[in-house]
């Protein structure tokens, strides 16, 4: 049956094209933005609409859980290449031992752009929708460098390394963020090569220097910890014999109690320093990936660092990676040091008091320190299903091979079996079934949930994961239209719409009734990425036969709009059919000049 236009003229002559006719639901509690049902002309039963379709509209609050676990997959052969030919059945899972099934399976190419369509004439009349053509940013990448625990030549090499990468291997579909762990250089997600660059530059070793020429004795964070908290014997007697001959004293005449204080003086206070300076990284690092975990697509962080020690603060990295695991971020780790070679102590370092029994024994706990600093970076990288860069001082290879993305990612979905709510760390295996010779990198575990998470909190879950998320998925049939109103020079409404086709939807039946419950989220990001905006709407379907069969076999559109200020915004829907647990996930653009 044909559709009657009614067009709305706002200020500079834009225009907005709704479908006609069109009930509001104005009598719906807990409304918040308008919502309207469109159904085809003559959609009109004996029975009230709210009595068969009632909404409920809410702010979208997106939280963390587990249920489905996705798990990223890179498969590398002999050559380093990616490879992008495997089906599901080549996969093997293994959840803490036991086989699982593996009832998601997708392959990614992150460096195809995803393409905003343009919405059909009937809808975009007289409105301005998304440019033809236009690629929205689904790779975002947070550079932090470490200039709490680098030195001038470690920090200078490892930013022009990283400026030059970001010169020459930046996509139009990469948005960058620059950060440090002193947290005094901060640069939020953005395309802008200057200023990128210009932040960059602008990074410089703000750390305490850890070893003193002047100080007697000269101790590391890593020495100090030995002397303090591990009762280290032969550590303690190294620093009492330097001490003795650093600060002049007589062993014959000064009794060992005298240099052994000193000694555990020089030792408290570098343990206060490096505490300090670890729990300050570790603080940015969860900073960072909590910031991260907010922006649509794909997300790593990249690590330039020396590495660090954590005597106190293992449970901190712990919760770090736990945090990046749950919102799918991978860390990626450089060794800002570059090639170094154990044993002995660093040329830039003084040299020990106390002979060469002292510096013999001193250089052998920098090779200690240096193994266990890099171990730091190993834990994060290999915990989150990143990769580990060291041993090289080609640092420019480095930041390429860790910023670049894979030609093919694999997407393998689960839900364990017999899981606990124990908030536990599970670990996971995946493998292939005849490797030849491929290489397999992927995520390493997830955490449990805390606690049960009921049918609601499971489909939050899912909507939340779709949401953060560039894929389309067409698990139901769903189209997405856009369309905007300018109200005034500065100011705008933005109408995104979902047309449904109930045909594919499942309903249960009750009480001659047509049951079902459909989520559709509606969100703005803005250029950046950044979330701007989102609603959750909740249609509640008790549908008469009469009007399943009828009525609604052409479909319905839901519609939700927006109030915001002019200038460009990505949209992205989600749908999710309660009764079915099926999904649909789109991305629109809308541009108000």
């Not at 470490?146 to 990283?162: I, K, T």
Request: hydrophobic content about 40%.
């Amino acid at each position: 049956m044909g559709r009657r236009r009614r067009i709305l003229k706002g200020s500079q002559g834009s225009v907005t094209t709704m479908l006609s006719p069109c009930r509001r639901l104005a009598s719906v509690p807990l409304m918040v933005l308008p919502l309207v049902l469109c159904l085809p002309a003559g959609a009109q039963t004996a029975a009230k609409p709210q009595e068969e379709m009632t909404a409920h509209d809410a702010p979208a609050v997106f939280t963390s859980r587990v249920n489905l676990v996705p798990v990223t997959v890179v498969i590398r052969d002999r050559s380093g290449h990616a490879v992008g030919n495997l089906t599901k059945e080549d996969f093997r899972l293994v959840d803490n031992g036991k086989p699982q099934e593996i009832t998601k399976f997708s392959v990614e190419k992150p460096d195809t752009p995803i393409v905003l369509e343009k919405d059909p004439p009937e809808v975009s009349e007289g409105t301005k929708t998304a440019n033809p053509g236009a690629a929205i940013a689904t790779r975002f990448i947070a550079y932090l460098f470490d200039d709490l625990h680098s030195n001038f030549q470690e920090l200078s090499l490892s930013r022009d390394a990283a400026g030059r990468q970001l010169a020459s291997g930046f996509q139009p579909t990469d948005r960058i963020a620059i950060y440090s762990t002193s947290g005094q250089t901060m640069l939020d997600f953005t395309d802008d090569q200057p200023k990128l660059q210009a932040t960059l530059l602008r990074s410089q070793p703000r750390g305490h220097t850890q070893t003193r020429t002047g100080d007697c004795p000269i101790l590391t964070y890593y020495l100090a910890d030995q002397i303090e908290n591990k009762s280290d014997t032969r550590a303690l007697e190294t620093a009492v014999q330097e001490t003795y001959s650093c600060a002049g004293l007589d062993p014959d005449k000064t009794p060992v109690s005298v240099p052994q204080g000193m000694v555990h003086a020089s030792a408290r206070r570098e343990m206060a320093l490096g505490d300090d300076q670890s729990r300050m990284a570790l603080r940015v690092l969860a900073n960072v990936i909590r910031r991260i975990s907010a922006m649509p697509g794909q997300r790593s962080v990249i690590l330039a660092s020396p590495g660090f020690l954590l005597p106190y603060l293992r449970q901190e990295l712990t919760d770090s990676i736990s945090r990046a695991i749950r919102a799918n971020v991978i860390v990626n780790c450089l060794d800002a040091r570059g090639l170094w070679v154990p044993p002995g102590l660093s040329a830039a370092d003084p040299t020990p008091a106390g002979g060469t029994n002292v510096i013999a024994m001193k250089g052998l706990y920098a090779q200690a320190e240096a193994m266990a600093q890099e171990d730091i970076l190993a834990e994060l990288a290999s915990g989150t299903g990143g990769t580990y860069f060291h041993n090289s001082n080609d640092l420019g290879a480095g930041f390429r091979a860790l910023a670049l993305a894979p030609e093919f990612i694999y997407v393998l979905g689960f839900t364990p079996s017999t899981l606990k709510a124990d908030g536990r760390f599970h670990k996971i295996t995946v493998s292939l079934r005849e490797p030849k010779d491929l290489a397999v990198q992927a995520r390493r575990g997830y955490y449990a949930p805390k606690k049960e998470a009921d049918a609601a909190e499971q489909a939050k879950q899912d909507i939340e994961a779709a949401m953060f998320s560039r894929e389309v998925m067409k698990e139901i049939p769903v189209r997405l239209h856009t369309q905007f109103f300018k109200s005034s020079d500065v100011d705008a409404k933005v109408s995104v719409m979902a047309q449904m086709d109930l045909k594919r939807f499942r309903f249960r039946k009750e009480n001659g009734r047509n049951i079902n419950t459909v989520t559709v989220v509606a969100a703005l990001f803005d250029p950046g990425g950044n979330f701007v905006s989102g609603v959750t709407k909740t249609i509640d379907f008790r549908l008469l036969d009469e009007t399943m069969d009828k009525r609604l076999g052409s479909g319905v559109t839901v519609k939700t709009s927006f109030d915001v200020k002019v200038g460009s915004y990505v949209v992205r829907l989600v749908v999710r059919d309660g009764e079915g647990q099926t999904m649909a996930a789109e991305n629109g653009a809308v541009e108000i000049p």
